[in-house]
């Protein structure tokens, strides 16, 4: 079985990943901001590491250090993300900070630490194969291409941090490829969830063909699993344009599952 580490695991997906892993028999790794340990999702396989803010600079390297010396991760999933909205006339400065520095800027002193700490499983001096994984949990509200007249504009920070996770996967990718790490990006599917319900967008829930945090782990999981070096650097949509409103003005019809999403 494999050891998971997912950073951002109390709630939403985050914590269906967790509970799906651990229940599988894989050795998660969880971490919270909250200084302690949550209650749920509980399972004998998942150990939680509180204290650990992403949005913090010394976020990675408290992560790194407070794995177990020996620990090495097979896959890496960042789910953790914060997202207020905005408006043209409304646009909110501490908030969109927050969001770019929670969602692009975070992951990448995450996965430095890790790295360099040696605790992401590396091909180098083995005799060759694929190391691990890095999942960057973004949305297709970060491609550019899939943004439509028919959607308007306004959310300026949750569209444009996503965007720069993008990029940040991509150069991760870039720079990770000698040690076998292949880097994913992924749409993991229009949610049903606190986050989204906090921003209005529960009045879509329906009509977009939104899925819970359980359903979006089920066909993420496959996914990564299947996810190897010559996929790396790309930009997935595991459960195809189902829930992407814009997929098929932009992009036509019959799509495949899962979808390659344009940048």
């Known amino acids: 079985m494999s050891t998971v580490l997912i950073v951002g695991a109390t709630r939403g997906l985050g914590a269906s990943l967790a509970a799906a892993y651990a229940s599988s028999g894989s050795t998660v790794y969880a971490t919270a901001r909250s200084s302690s340990p949550p209650t749920s999702p509980a399972d004998a396989n998942i150990t939680w590491i509180p204290g650990i803010d992403i949005a913090s600079e010394s976020g990675g390297t408290a992560l790194a250090s407070a794995l177990p010396i020996h620990t090495v991760i097979d896959v890496l999933i960042i789910t953790a993300g914060y997202f207020v909205s905005e408006s043209f006339d ?21 996965v430095q630490a890790l790295v360099a700490a040696g605790k992401i499983k590396s091909n180098i001096g083995t005799a060759g194969g694929e190391g691990g994984k890095v999942v960057l949990v973004s949305s297709e509200s970060g491609s550019i291409t899939l ?29 990770l490829a000698e040690r076998g790490i292949a880097v994913a990006i992924v749409h993991p599917g229009f949610m049903r969830t606190e986050m989204t319900k906090n921003v209005g967008y529960d ?26 070096m010559a996929m790396t650097g790309q930009y997935w949509a595991p459960r195809g344009a189902r829930d992407i409103g814009t997929a098929e003005a932009v992009m036509g019809k019959n799509l495949p599952i899962p979808l390659p999403l344009p940048w």
């Open 147 to 175: 943004r439509h007249a028919s959607e308007g504009g306004g959310n300026y920070a949750h569209h444009a941090s996503k965007s720069a996770l993008n990029m940040v996967g991509k150069l991760l990718s870039l720079d």
């Open 90 to 110: 409304e646009p909110r400065w501490a908030e969109e900070v927050r969001m770019y520095t929670t969602c692009a800027v975070g992951p990448v002193f995450v």
């Open 203 to 228: 009045q879509y829930w329906d009509a977009g063909g939104a899925v819970t945090p359980d359903e979006a782990a089920a066909s993420l999981i496959p996914f990564i699993d299947t996810f190897t």
